[in-house]
């Protein structure tokens, strides 16, 4: 397949939030991220799915270098960056950029779309001003956006012309991998789809490779290759998108497809629908964190955690992965 | 389905303008609707359709700037326009009730949920509710099971912020129907909350309906929840209606370009990682409202009575109806 | 259509009240007396008349129009002193506010996106000034560096200071956990790129009306020190000093006790006015939003 290392590798990653202790002695530690591991190749999209709670944006902050893992290693390129120095995070920043989901709180009101853009080469110390403003005004066009919006304030723009204005800002640093944190959940069905194209268009010219963050398996079926399903801070379920949606292994992933409302579907089907809700991260718990939830549940699920079973290109982290459904 | 003469709620040519008469700004620009006992209708639209303010005209809670008028507002036969402001307000909460997006901006959060529950059964509830305490506290504890909260009486103490989203939807569900509402609206009950969450309300709203033939206005931008709890659905765009049909024959086979457009734009609707089809443009302002077709300046369709020629609502078989001079035919 | 450029769009709010143009107007009436302080002035300020000592306004018997509001106890014009004592005024309200607004910003965006250790220190600090009496703490101020306007000036300044760090402290906490910032950060921007030029202009409009709220105070501040003979020494037009020298002729002479006051009052309103003017025209939730 692919020769070289991936892009971006991830092993055992892990992000622990303590409470600070106070009189009452609680050390509690919300285990957000609990032993992720995956590999992200150039030019391809990894999809992470999951509901509240399970980790998703804490793993985008991770990879972002915003915030240091607690435990575990992640590779950007081959080099480990979960026990980087800050300056080698500095010098590995302009590979990894991000486009956030609200729209309305992305992009710096006080900014021209122009300085927007040219603010990333600015602190990078990229190019004369000359040739910052031609990047900008390429990279506006290279976005579908035209070259009189460059000196206009954000507020003069829709939901989905500020997202575009984000993710041309995410790429003006020419980044090998770009972390999209559910970039269309917060846009309207019709401008959902154009920004989608236009995600699909400049992976295809740049060859940029996305962690693609999202709650909608619909949208995650239209972009993905690879699909990573994450349950409070582990990741369940993961492999190539078209195995996932079409032989899901894990409870949870069949829960979340059943769950999830199609057009082709005629009525909500109610044997499906899982019981309850999630439960709380800080509570310690034996054995896999979905019983109390799942269908299938067996004794044995209380006592020993989940162990990661591989069929065929999935990994599935369930004791009864390799029964028949 | 229920015949038209005894339709629940009937709205007919409904206005609302914000702005000055000088300057109108219409948020909704001539809506007919109706709905039958114990039905589901969606209101499907986008964002400036103008399908929430729609529901607010019904409730009567557009705010004074703004302008309200229509041929004829009419809930279980009797018109709301010619209601007296009181009359209205006890009508409110009672026989339509309404759910929003958001339950942690609805609900107080300087009160219990017990206490909450208790002021809306002091003002919705039947005689003896209003009267005694503990019929309410007995009709409260009710409310909660029939929402399916496990441990309510534990519940009725907590606060709101103590409460999950999924949760505290259910909770507003429970106010909603504690004056035994003949109507609830739904202004997009489900789109704060998880996949798995949102099916259990979703469920959870249909199985209220059955028991008690309640009907349901749910207001929504997603196609596919549409497709699985309606019965029947209304198509919004920039303040007017432009199909309504039955589901599903409505998603099977769309009469409208909007609603072609609208599903072909579903991430749902394509195979995968197939590019999907969308519509150039943007919706127009309030402001910005083309004379003629109000798609047309989008449409791929569009021909030169389309800018020119405003359609008129047109009726097709049984209960559809399209908006359009060349309404498209089943392929 | 066109975009409006952000001042159109705010000076259009800002017109919407009367209240907020007339302060306004008065401001900037006040600026230019200030400015043209030596022309306009019928006399000079210090010079006495000794033959005219306490003539009255020239509405009064007894008054004429060469001293318009009349003269003090040693025949120095009133009307005179007031123009000059608006460039007093204006003056320490300008220097006074500038300095802490100034060291206000710096060590509330510390304080607020450091947060831990320095914001404890630097907060604990500003609690200590809150808890003493503003005017005392001028006094002492002003008694550690000795009487003189300059030195008022500074003790006013460190007298406003916790309120502007609070103010800032509140904003940059607000902002920080904002997505701009964050986007900033993964771009590469370091703690001083972030502070100053990415959080500090969204944080600037409350500061912007406390500083037009903080110059009334100053003059009011200023005056009372200026009242107990603290501020401006004689023979410095300075409104408080004027007041302070006169009340022992309230009786005799009430004009030369009103002028001063009624020009403090009028001062005082006007930043007010502008003041809250601004306030309402820059809080976004206050103003009607754009189409």
Same mark, same amino acid.
């Given at each position: 397949?692919?020769?070289?290392?991936?892009?971006?590798?991830?092993?055992?990653?892990?992000?622990?939030?303590?409470?600070?202790?106070?009189?009452?002695?609680?050390?509690?530690?919300?285990?957000?991220?609990?032993?992720?591991?995956?590999?992200?190749?150039?030019?391809?999209?990894?999809?992470?799915?999951?509901?509240?709670?399970?980790?998703?944006?804490?793993?985008?902050?991770?990879?972002?270098?915003?915030?240091?893992?607690?435990?575990?290693?992640?590779?950007?390129?081959?080099?480990?960056?979960?026990?980087?120095?800050?300056?080698?995070?500095?010098?590995?920043?302009?590979?990894?950029?991000?486009?956030?989901?609200?729209?309305?709180?992305?992009?710096?009101?006080?900014?021209?779309?122009?300085?927007?853009?040219?603010?990333?080469?600015?602190?990078?110390?990229?190019?004369?001003?000359?040739?910052?403003?031609?990047?900008?005004?390429?990279?506006?066009?290279?976005?579908? !956006?035209?070259?009189?919006?460059?000196?206009?304030?954000?507020?003069?723009?829709?939901?989905?012309?500020?997202?575009?204005?984000?993710?041309?800002?995410?790429?003006?640093?020419?980044?090998?991998?770009?972390?999209?944190?559910?970039?269309?959940?917060?846009?309207?069905?019709?401008?959902?789809?154009?920004?989608?194209?236009?995600?699909?268009?400049?992976?295809?010219?740049?060859?940029?490779?996305?962690?693609?963050?999202?709650?909608?398996?619909?949208?995650?079926?239209?972009?993905?290759?690879?699909?990573?399903?994450?349950?409070?801070?582990?990741?369940?379920?993961?492999?190539?998108?078209?195995?996932?949606?079409?032989?899901?292994?894990?409870?949870?992933?069949?829960?979340? !497809?059943?769950?999830?409302?199609?057009?082709?579907?005629?009525?909500?089907?109610?044997?499906?629908?899982?019981?309850?809700?999630?439960?709380?991260?800080?509570?310690?718990?034996?054995?896999?964190?979905?019983?109390?939830?799942?269908?299938?549940?067996?004794?044995?699920?209380?006592?020993?955690?989940?162990?990661?079973?591989?069929?065929?290109?999935?990994?599935?982290?369930?004791?009864?992965?390799?029964?028949?459904? | 389905?229920?015949?038209?003469?005894?339709?629940?709620?009937?709205?007919?040519?409904?206005?609302?303008?914000?702005?000055?008469?000088?300057?109108?700004?219409?948020?909704?620009?001539?809506?007919?609707?109706?709905?039958?006992?114990?039905?589901?209708?969606?209101?499907?639209?986008?964002?400036?359709?103008?399908?929430?303010?729609?529901?607010?005209?019904?409730?009567?809670?557009?705010?004074?700037?703004?302008?309200?008028?229509?041929?004829?507002?009419?809930?279980?036969?009797?018109?709301?326009?010619?209601?007296?402001?009181?009359?209205?307000?006890?009508?409110?909460?009672?026989?339509?009730?309404?759910?929003?997006?958001?339950?942690?901006?609805?609900?107080?959060?300087?009160?219990?949920?017990?206490?909450?529950?208790?002021?809306?059964?002091?003002?919705?509830?039947?005689?003896?509710?209003?009267?005694?305490?503990?019929?309410?506290?007995?009709?409260?504890?009710? &409310?909660?099971?029939?929402?399916?909260?496990?441990?309510?009486?534990? $519940?009725? $103490?907590?606060?709101?912020?103590?409460?999950?989203?999924?949760?505290?939807?259910?909770?507003?569900?429970?106010?909603?129907?504690?004056?035994?509402?003949? &109507?609830?609206?739904?202004?997009?009950?489900?789109?704060?909350?998880?996949?798995?969450?949102?099916?259990?309300? &979703?469920?959870?709203?249909?199985?209220?309906?059955?028991?008690?033939?309640?009907?349901?206005?749910?207001?929504?931008?997603?196609?596919?929840?549409?497709?699985?709890?309606?019965?029947?659905?209304?198509?919004?765009?920039?303040?007017?209606?432009?199909?309504?049909?039955?589901?599903?024959?409505?998603?099977?086979?769309?009469?409208?370009?909007?609603?072609?457009?609208? &599903?072909?734009?579903?991430?749902?609707?394509?195979?995968?990682?197939?590019?999907?089809?969308?519509?150039?443009?943007?919706?127009?302002?309030?402001?910005?409202?083309?004379?003629?077709?109000?798609?047309?300046?989008?449409?791929?369709?569009?021909?030169?009575?389309?800018?020119?020629?405003?359609?008129?609502?047109?009726?097709?078989?049984?209960?559809?109806?399209?908006?359009?001079?060349?309404?498209?035919?089943?392929? | 259509?066109?975009?409006?450029?952000?001042?159109?769009?705010?000076?259009?709010?800002?017109?919407?009240?009367?209240?907020?143009?007339?302060?306004?107007?008065?401001?900037?009436?006040?600026?230019?007396?200030?400015?043209?302080?030596?022309?306009?002035?019928?006399?000079?300020? +210090?010079?006495?008349?000794?033959?005219?000592?306490?003539?009255?306004?020239?509405?009064?018997?007894?008054?004429?129009?060469?001293?318009?509001?009349?003269?003090?106890?040693?025949?120095?014009? +009133?009307?005179?002193?007031?123009?000059?004592?608006?460039?007093?005024?204006?003056?320490?309200?300008? +220097?006074?506010?500038?300095?802490?607004?100034?060291?206000?910003?710096?060590?509330?965006?510390?304080?607020?996106?450091?947060?831990?250790?320095?914001?404890?220190?630097?907060?604990?600090?500003?609690?200590?000034? =809150?808890?003493?009496?503003?005017?005392?703490?001028?006094?002492?101020?002003?008694?550690?560096?000795?009487?003189?306007?300059?030195?008022?000036?500074?003790?006013?300044?460190?007298?406003?200071?916790?309120?502007?760090?609070?103010?800032?402290? @509140? @904003?940059?906490? @607000?902002?920080?956990?904002?997505?701009?910032?964050?986007?900033?950060?993964?771009?590469?921007?370091?703690?001083?790129?972030?502070?100053?030029?990415?959080?500090?202009?969204?944080? @600037?409009?409350?500061?912007?009306?406390?500083?037009?709220?903080?110059?009334?105070?100053?003059?009011?501040?200023?005056?009372? =020190?200026?009242?107990?003979?603290?501020?401006?020494?004689?023979?410095?037009?300075?409104?408080?000093?004027?007041?302070?020298?006169?009340?022992?002729?309230?009786?005799?002479?009430?004009?030369?006790?009103?002028?001063?006051?009624?020009?403090?009052?009028?001062?005082?309103?006007?930043?007010?006015?502008?003041?809250?003017?601004?306030?309402?025209?820059?809080?976004?939730?206050?103003?009607?939003?754009?189409?």
């Amino acid at each position: 397949m692919n020769a070289g290392p991936p892009l971006l590798e991830a092993r055992e990653l892990a992000r622990h939030y303590r409470f600070p202790g106070g009189p009452l002695k609680r050390r509690d530690a919300v285990r957000a991220l609990d032993g992720v591991s995956f590999t992200l190749r150039e030019g391809r999209t990894l999809a992470v799915v999951g509901e509240s709670g399970c980790g998703k944006s804490t793993l985008a902050r991770q990879v972002t270098m915003i915030e240091t893992p607690t435990s575990g290693t992640l590779l950007l390129d081959g080099r480990d960056v979960a026990h980087a120095d800050a300056a080698l995070r500095r010098k590995l920043r302009p590979q990894v950029q991000m486009v956030f989901q609200n729209p309305y709180a992305s992009l710096n009101p006080r900014r021209t779309v122009g300085a927007l853009l040219e603010e990333p080469l600015v602190i990078q110390r990229r190019g004369s001003a000359a040739q910052r403003r031609e990047a900008a005004l390429a990279m506006l066009a290279r976005v579908g !956006l035209r070259p009189e919006h460059y000196a206009r304030y954000p507020h003069m723009f829709s939901g989905g012309q500020r997202q575009r204005i984000a993710v041309a800002r995410a790429l003006m640093l020419n980044p090998r991998l770009v972390v999209a944190d559910e970039p269309i959940a917060a846009l309207d069905v019709s401008t959902q789809a154009q920004v989608l194209n236009l995600l699909a268009d400049l992976q295809q010219q740049l060859r940029v490779a996305y962690l693609f963050i999202a709650h909608d398996l619909q949208v995650v079926r239209l972009i993905a290759d690879d699909v990573m399903v994450m349950y409070l801070g582990k990741a369940v379920e993961q492999g190539p998108a078209d195995a996932i949606f079409g032989d899901p292994r894990h409870p949870y992933t069949q829960a979340l !497809l059943a769950s999830t409302p199609s057009l082709a579907r005629r009525r909500a089907n109610a044997r499906a629908i899982p019981r309850g809700e999630a439960a709380s991260l800080t509570a310690a718990l034996a054995g896999c964190a979905f019983r109390s939830r799942c269908p299938r549940a067996i004794a044995r699920c209380a006592v020993e955690a989940p162990p990661v079973v591989t069929i065929g290109a999935v990994r599935v982290a369930c004791i009864r992965a390799s029964e028949p459904a | 389905m229920s015949g038209k003469c005894d339709a629940l709620v009937e709205i007919r040519d409904l206005r609302v303008d914000f702005g000055t008469p000088a300057r109108p700004l219409p948020a909704v620009d001539g809506i007919d609707l109706s709905i039958g006992a114990g039905e589901i209708v969606a209101l499907v639209g986008e964002s400036g359709s103008g399908k929430s303010v729609t529901a607010l005209a019904l409730m009567g809670l557009v705010d004074v700037p703004a302008r309200v008028a229509a041929q004829r507002i009419a809930f279980a036969g009797r018109d709301l326009l010619q209601m007296r402001a009181a009359e209205r307000r006890a009508l409110a909460g009672r026989g339509i009730a309404m759910i929003f997006q958001d339950p942690h901006a609805s609900l107080d959060p300087c009160y219990t949920v017990g206490n909450q529950l208790d002021e809306a059964l002091r003002f919705h509830g039947n005689a003896q509710e209003r009267a005694s305490k503990t019929v309410r506290r007995e009709r409260s504890l009710a &409310l909660l099971g029939e929402v399916e909260i496990a441990d309510a009486a534990a $519940r009725l $103490r907590s606060y709101p912020h103590q409460l999950s989203g999924g949760m505290a939807q259910r909770v507003m569900i429970a106010i909603a129907l504690a004056g035994r509402p003949r &109507l609830l609206i739904a202004d997009e009950p489900t789109t704060a909350l998880d996949v798995t969450v949102q099916a259990q309300v &979703l469920a959870l709203l249909m199985r209220v309906r059955d028991e008690r033939a309640m009907a349901i206005l749910l207001i929504t931008h997603d196609l596919a929840v549409v497709a699985e709890t309606a019965d029947r659905a209304v198509v919004m765009y920039a303040g007017q209606v432009m199909e309504t049909g039955t589901v599903p024959a409505l998603f099977d086979a769309p009469r409208h370009p909007y609603t072609r457009a609208l &599903l072909d734009a579903s991430p749902g609707h394509g195979a995968a990682r197939e590019r999907l089809r969308t519509i150039p443009g943007v919706v127009p302002g309030a402001a910005h409202r083309p004379p003629g077709c109000l798609l047309a300046p989008r449409c791929a369709f569009a021909a030169e009575r389309c800018t020119a020629e405003r359609p008129a609502m047109r009726r097709i078989a049984g209960q559809a109806s399209v908006r359009c001079h060349f309404a498209l035919t089943a392929e | 259509m066109v975009p409006a450029s952000r001042l159109a769009e705010f000076w259009r709010a800002f017109a919407q009240s009367r209240g907020a143009l007339t302060g306004l107007a008065l401001v900037v009436a006040l600026v230019a007396l200030a400015l043209g302080a030596d022309v306009v002035a019928p006399h000079s300020p +210090i010079e006495q008349f000794r033959d005219f000592t306490l003539a009255p306004p020239f509405w009064d018997n007894g008054g004429s129009l060469r001293f318009a509001l009349g003269t003090d106890a040693v025949g120095r014009d +009133i009307l005179s002193r007031l123009i000059h004592g608006t460039r007093l005024s204006l003056l320490i309200g300008t +220097i006074s506010v500038s300095i802490s607004l100034t060291l206000g910003c710096i060590l509330g965006l510390f304080a607020g996106y450091f947060r831990g250790l320095v914001d404890t220190a630097i907060m604990r600090l500003m609690d200590v000034m =809150l808890a003493l009496p503003s005017l005392l703490l001028a006094i002492a101020v002003v008694a550690i560096l000795g009487p003189g306007l300059i030195n008022a000036m500074y003790a006013i300044a460190i007298v406003l200071l916790p309120h502007y760090v609070r103010l800032m402290r @509140a @904003a940059v906490i @607000a902002e920080a956990g904002r997505e701009y910032v964050t986007s900033s950060r993964i771009a590469g921007a370091g703690a001083l790129r972030l502070m100053f030029s990415t959080i500090l202009p969204n944080c @600037a409009a409350p500061l912007i009306v406390q500083a037009t709220l903080g110059f009334s105070n100053a003059i009011l501040d200023a005056a009372a =020190l200026g009242f107990l003979g603290l501020g401006a020494q004689p023979p410095t037009p300075e409104w408080g000093a004027m007041l302070a020298s006169a009340l022992e002729f309230i009786q005799r002479a009430p004009w030369v006790v009103t002028s001063p006051g009624l020009a403090i009052l009028v001062t005082v309103l006007a930043f007010n006015l502008t003041g809250d003017g601004l306030r309402d025209a820059l809080d976004p939730k206050l103003r009607r939003s754009a189409a």
